[in-house]
């Protein structure tokens, strides 16, 4: 294997796994750019919408797409009763206490996995839905149709939610509530739907990055949307929270940056690194790579 | 007001702590002379967690070698066996309190347990500093023994496993290049990557490549490419199936053409389940083999189906071999003592399912090892390596 055979599936395996936390962040940046909330729960919807999948079709016997579906809609959902139950009574609270509950929740998710005995504490394989098929892109280069496919449905979501977010009368409300809540409201437009439509939009997202998770890595686990929901969020705020297209250039850009960091041997570090780059970016520029530099509001 | 709030609680903080100090000194020891019918012996055996089935087959196996005991009239003259299991979830912190509560609240006679080394680490330092014996049945890292002279094991440690499956390597396979794949949060992992590093190397091999990770981690397709990379003949990947199985699948879809070699952590049906065809092919270390033939292993093969029925895996062989090994050491010892327990262990010559046990001087057994083939998602009996 070459150098830049190396490299080229490097790069391979950072942008299958950057494509997986791209969808997560954007349910992060969404929910914040309408609420101005980190929804730390993002991640168990997450874990939640890959055990979905898994048991749709070990338990229902469905296909990986109706499974997948099934997963959406059910997360979608939850992401709405979440919304109301838990955050819509903490609207007008400090924001602390909005983000404290968004780790209760976060906990309390993980916790009730592991209690249900379907769930429990090991891990469970993901059944290989696909017979497994390599594409040689060069010598000692390939690429699995799992993450073809991965791709494929991430590139295409995104597609999708630019175009809600961008050509629907649904998303011009977001943008509008987004941009002021106030002033949509006294322009007729419905905020509480508004907000839970963006919760069932992101959390629909992050389900089928759970599944695309699974299908990947082979793995459906308690814990696994802990360490994914926390890269997610690094992820949204290197591309600068609230900003959409930073999202996803975040979550990629996260991704390949972790498989340079082990390629380059520094596999003990990848979780830093990640975290280490939160920290400067933060440190550098709060607003992200897409982000503005705009006065905060008083 | 706030600060006399405060010296409330502080007061209260350091009266709560002072008194369960005392509770803990003075438990009802003195009315112990009455000598109570039963024995009561503690295990720690994780149930739930990450190793699941590994402590559910060491419990069965336990419960079925303690059944065997009573039934057939108990130990010290008519006296029966209880088993007193403590769950630790598969957690380190959590094996400390276990062992904690067997010893001062349970008062038990002697600890079976734990499973992982990490864990047996956390647990020895407790069941020494209180002088009861602690038998752990698969605990490998030599470590968990050096903790103490009542810290014994039924099985071989790392040094051997990592050697049988080096020179497995070397000789039966006949290759001179081999990467590894370690868990940098496992003591256990480090110890056989580090003990197959050097036999391999002493036998003429070269290990081209070298890769942690962490037992957290899902996504090991970087360091993959990287062993790719590096060509090796074999990979060996000592963990438990828990990371053995995606890492075998990941593997699979990277096109690694390698033969992969592992320890008896690879020992659960799981593993097929988590890898699927992706474990087929390997090879890996084991203390025993249902198909290995000798009569203790009949005998114990149909008990434990007739119980269970379920095919024992090595985990529940060894905690059985375990069991009775500590019954024949308190019937040897006269006494439920821990000091007596302790000198019947250490001379203890004993013949169990997964072969023949003496102890050397740092109370690890001497007894052989079988390399184990995955063939067609099952396990196949390969060979019988000798110490």
Not at chain 1, 158 to 172: D, P, S
Not at chain 1, 223 to 243: D, R, S, Y
Not at chain 2, 264 to 293: I, M, Q
């Amino acid at each position: 294997m070459t150098i830049t055979q190396q490299i080229l599936q490097q790069l391979i395996n950072g942008i299958s796994l950057g494509s997986v936390y791209a969808l997560m962040a954007l349910g992060y940046t969404m929910v914040y750019g309408i609420i101005k909330l980190i929804n730390f729960a993002h991640g168990e919807v997450f874990m939640i919408g890959a055990f979905i999948g898994f048991f749709s079709i070990t338990k229902l016997g469905m296909d990986f797409f109706p499974a997948m579906f099934t997963a959406m809609i059910f997360c979608a959902i939850l992401g709405i009763l979440m919304e109301r139950l838990a955050y819509k009574p903490l609207r007008n609270a400090h924001r602390v206490a909005a983000l404290m509950t968004a780790v209760g929740l976060s906990m309390l998710f993980q916790n009730l996995a592991l209690a249900h005995s379907w769930i429990g504490a090991s891990a469970k394989g993901f059944p290989q839905v696909f017979p497994l098929q390599r594409f040689q892109l060069m010598e000692n280069v390939n690429i699995s149709s799992d993450r073809i496919l991965t791709l494929a449905i991430a590139i295409f979501l995104m597609i999708a939610l630019q175009f809600i977010v961008h050509k629907t009368i649904m998303g011009k409300a977001m943008r509008a509530v987004s941009l002021d809540k106030d002033a949509a409201r006294l322009m007729g437009i419905n905020v509480d739907k508004t907000i839970s439509f963006t919760f069932a939009l992101g959390s629909s997202l992050a389900a089928a990055a759970g599944v695309l998770f699974a299908l990947n890595y082979g793995i459906v686990v308690y814990q696994m949307g802990l360490l994914p929901g926390l890269k997610a969020f690094v992820a949204a705020v290197l591309g600068g929270i609230g900003i959409i297209p930073g999202a996803m250039v975040g979550g990629l850009l996260l991704g390949v940056t972790e498989s340079a960091v082990s390629a380059a041997g520094g596999s003990m570090f990848r979780d830093a690194v990640a975290f280490a780059a939160l920290i400067i970016m933060l440190l550098v520029k709060p607003t992200g790579l897409f982000g503005k530099n705009v006065r905060e509001k008083v | 007001m706030k600060r006399k709030l405060s010296l409330v609680l502080v007061v209260t903080m350091v009266l709560s702590l002072a008194l369960t100090g005392c509770g803990g000194n003075q438990p009802q020891a003195p009315a112990a002379p009455a000598a109570p019918e039963e024995i009561k012996i503690g295990s720690v055996f994780p149930v739930t967690g990450a190793i699941a089935t590994f402590g559910q087959s060491s419990l069965n196996g336990t419960q079925l070698a303690f059944e065997e005991i009573n039934n057939a009239g108990g130990v010290l003259g008519g006296r029966k066996l209880v088993l007193i299991n403590e769950d630790n979830q598969s957690k380190t912190e959590e094996t400390a309190t276990a062992f904690q509560k067997l010893i001062t609240q349970d008062e038990v006679s002697a600890i079976l347990g734990s499973v992982a080394s990490s864990h047996s680490l956390a647990g020895a330092p407790i069941a020494q500093a209180a002088g009861i014996p602690m038998l752990s049945p698969t605990s490998t890292n030599p470590r968990v023994t050096e903790v103490g002279d009542f810290i014994f094991r039924a099985c071989f440690i790392d040094p051997f496993q990592g050697q049988v499956m080096a020179k497995f390597a070397l000789e039966t396979l006949g290759v001179t290049t081999a990467a590894m794949l370690v868990e940098q949060d496992s003591d256990y992992s480090k110890g056989l990557a580090a003990y197959f590093k050097k036999a391999f190397e002493a036998g003429g091999g070269t290990i081209v490549a070298e890769e942690g990770y962490k037992s957290t981690d899902t996504d090991f397709s970087a360091i993959l490419t990287r062993v790719k990379a590096a060509n090796p003949a074999v990979v060996f990947v000592p963990a438990y199936y828990g990371t053995v199985g995606p890492i075998l699948r990941q593997a699979q879809a990277a096109e690694i053409d390698a033969v992969f070699l592992g320890g008896d952590g690879w020992d659960s049906d799981k593993l097929f389940e988590l890898a699927g065809d992706a474990a087929n092919g390997g090879f890996f270390s084991n203390h025993y083999s249902p198909d290995a033939g000798t009569p203790e292993v009949e005998a114990f093969l149909a008990a434990y189906q007739a119980k269970f029925n379920a095919v024992p895996d090595a985990l529940a062989a060894l905690a059985y071999d375990a069991a009775y090994m500590l019954a024949q050491a308190i019937e040897e010892a006269g006494s439920v003592e821990g000091v007596a327990i302790r000198d019947a262990l250490a001379a203890i010559n004993f013949t169990g399912v997964s072969g023949s046990v003496t102890f050397d001087e740092n109370r690890n057994p001497v007894k052989s090892a079988v390399i184990i083939e995955i063939r067609d998602g099952k396990q196949v009996y390969k060979a019988t390596v000798n110490p």
